[in-house]
């Protein structure tokens, strides 16, 4: 992977960036996806954020290799403190993460999303965080995708802002993702309700504290609710 050719994962990001848009890519690793965004003509500027001196090294390497100084920005920072408001960025993409992590930076410089159009996220696990997160804070989905990459399964949630709400199933699941049910949405849940009934048949073994009644209930719930969807 470089930034004339990304992975299928960061390609499918890239392709939730809006034309002209000024981005922050925030934990940027190498600056691939802002490097590629900018060559591509899809953004007219970006930002590399990146909280660890490792990556910020790399990431000021490949700006440079590329020859993109003058558009594309790599600052040391932690999180969204990456951007400023005379940025004037419209979308910030974050991928690569967890769910829970991705809406912690959110949520922790919240006010620096004023002003921004779209936040492209793919959280590598617990994407529900992200959606909560989103319902809480007033941004709605408006596009989701999962794929297939080296057998790992991602999904890339694309928010904007505006009130919305989801049912329980949309939270866990994707609201757009339920609605097309592809073959690797499938795959990934058949995948999750295998693995809770692997683990519900642990908790029968167990000794029944209320907690683990608890666990059990709520598992069995969930297996429930994604078999009915699916």
Avoid at 23 to 28: F, L, N, Q, R
Avoid at 80 to 87: G, K, M, S
Wanted: negative net charge; glycine residues 4%; proline residues 3%.
């Amino acid at each position: 992977m470089n930034a004339q050719k990304l992975s299928k994962r960061l390609e499918k990001v890239a392709s939730f960036v809006p034309q002209n848009a000024i981005v922050a890519d925030i934990g940027s690793d190498h600056a691939y996806l802002p490097c590629y965004l900018v060559l591509n003509n899809l953004a007219t500027s970006a930002i590399a954020g990146e909280v660890v001196k490792g990556p910020y090294e790399s990431a000021c390497h490949e700006v440079q290799q590329e020859g993109l100084q003058k558009q594309i920005t790599v600052r040391l920072a932690n999180g969204l403190q990456a951007i400023e408001q005379e940025d004037h960025v419209t979308a910030i993409t974050i991928a690569g993460m967890g769910g829970p992590l991705i809406a912690s930076i959110l949520e922790k410089d919240v006010e620096r999303l004023i002003g921004v159009e779209r936040l492209i996220l793919q959280p590598n696990i617990h994407a529900i965080a992200i959606r909560e997160w989103a319902i809480r804070r007033n941004w709605k989905i408006v596009d989701e995708a999962i794929l297939n990459e080296d057998d790992k399964i991602y999904e890339v949630i694309v928010l904007e802002p505006g009130e919305d709400s989801l049912t329980e199933e949309q939270l866990l699941l994707g609201p757009v993702l339920m609605r097309q049910q592809n073959e690797v949405f499938k795959e990934k849940w058949n995948r999750e309700i295998q693995q809770w009934q692997h683990v519900l048949k642990a908790m029968e073994k167990a000794e029944q504290s209320v907690e683990i009644i608890e666990k059990a209930k709520e598992l069995q719930h969930r297996i429930e609710m994604v078999k009915e969807v699916l």
